[in-house]
Every structure is written in C-alpha cells, then in structure tokens.
T-cell receptor
Framework: KNQVEQSPQSLIILEGKNCTLQ??????????LRWYKQDTGRGPVSLTI?????NTKSNGRYTATLDADTKQSSLHITASQLSDSASYIC???????????FGGGTRLMVKP | EAQVTQNPRYLITVTGKKLTVTCSQN?????MSWYRQDPGLGLRQIYY???????DKGDVPEGYKVSRKEKRNFPLILESPSPNQTSLYFC????????????FGPGTRLTVL
C-alpha cells in the first residue's frame, strides 16, 4: 500500500530560525511529489512540485529537495516568519493511476 | 478571481438527515475531487471526477455520493449522515488530472450529532 510519512508531526521554532521538514514515501512507480502549505481553517496551497529528475527547487525562502533513490523529500524554510505558521503537507502521485497519497502533515508554529 | 467555492462553510446536523455540500469552480478545470481531513489522519480522498459525467471512488467513499452534471459543479451528498462523518471537507479542482496543482476550496466543517 502506498504511504507517505511526514516528520516531525509538529515543530515550534523562533522567528528568524531555519527548519527542515521531512517526507518519506513508498509510492511506486513515482511520478511527482508536491508540498502544500495549509493555513489554519483554509485549504492547502501548493508551494512546489518535484519530479523524478529534480533534486532541488526553491520558491523564495522555501527549498524542497528530492532523493528518488531513498524516496525522501525535505522542505527547508529559511529565516522563518510568523506567517510561516501553518501545516505543511507532502503529496505523492504515482504513475499507475490518478490517485494521490497524502502525508499527515507537519504543524509548524513560529514564535516571536 | 479564480477560485473554488464551497457551501455551506459550517454545518451542524443530526444523524440521518440528508445533506448536500456544494462545490463550484470558475477555472474551467476538468478534474475535481472531494477530501475529508481528520486530526491525525491527514487528507483522504472521497471521490473524484475526471470530467463531466465521469466519477470514481477515492480512498473513503462509503456513505457519500457525488455527481458531475456540469463542468463547474461537483456536489457531495450524504444520504444518511452519521457521527463518524463529522469532519472538515475540502473540494479541489485542477487541469486534466492531479499531476497539475490542485486548487482547494475554503473547507466545510460538518458536525453530525
């Protein structure tokens, strides 16, 4: 069964600090992996997508990495801001069908 | 403004009383989907639709129905709601298939007593 595991489940950091969120998956055959940000009470919004051939991709202060061999992805947030407080969800799509596998998310809280 | 809208945003109902949650998108997307989000379980797909008159079951379809008579609308129907359907529901849409970025609605918080 396809699975996506995210760690940590929750994280508290001080404003201005960096952090890294992890996503491990067993989805096969792999097509792509997308990171979403979900603010409290709102729908998820896409941050970035990683395909098989991509190792690193940046979107402002967010940098995603992908290691397709070990089936791991990370989302690194640089110089965190209070507005980064949200849940971050990793979603993996396989090539076999049209369904997506969602991770449980990491809940990040940035404190002043 | 390009968006996905859901109604109602909040709903409290009782067991067995049929309800419909509407979802509409104005981006001419072919693909639409319904998810439920529960603490500790993340987002789980209920049903999805690749295009008009084409719907398929997701991971947790039991107790739900959907229809796709028009491209822009994808209502979620609970014929006989039960307390275990208390959850936060999201509708999403995208071009062609979920490879493309999904745009999510604002969510509907449903409580079944």
């Amino acid at each position: 069964k396809n699975q996506v595991e995210q760690s940590p489940q929750s994280l508290i950091i001080l404003e201005g600090k960096n952090c890294t969120l992890q996503c491990n998956y067993t989805v096969s055959p792999f097509s792509n992996l997308r990171w979403y940000k979900q603010d409290t009470g709102r729908g998820p919004v896409s941050l970035t997508i990683m395909t098989f051939s991509e190792n690193t991709k940046s979107n402002g202060r967010y940098t995603a990495t992908l290691d397709a061999d070990t089936k791991q992805s990370s989302l690194h947030i640089t110089a965190s801001q209070l507005s980064d407080s949200a849940s971050y969800i990793c979603v993996v799509r396989d090539n076999a069908g049209n369904m997506l596998t969602f991770g449980g998310g990491t809940r990040l809280m940035v404190k002043p | 403004e390009a968006q996905v809208t859901q109604n109602p945003r909040y709903l409290i109902t009782v067991t067995g009383k049929k309800l419909t949650v509407t979802c509409s998108q104005n981006m001419n997307h072919e693909y639409m989907s319904w998810y439920r989000q529960d603490p500790g379980l993340g987002l789980r797909q209920i049903y999805y639709s690749m295009n008009v008159e084409v719907t398929d079951k997701g991971d947790v379809p039991e107790g739900y129905k959907v229809s796709r008579k028009e491209k822009r609308n994808f209502p979620l129907i609970l014929e006989s709601p039960s307390p275990n359907q208390t959850s936060l529901y999201f509708c999403a849409s995208s071009w062609r298939n979920p490879y493309n970025e999904q745009f999510f609605g604002p969510g509907t918080r449903l409580t079944v007593l």
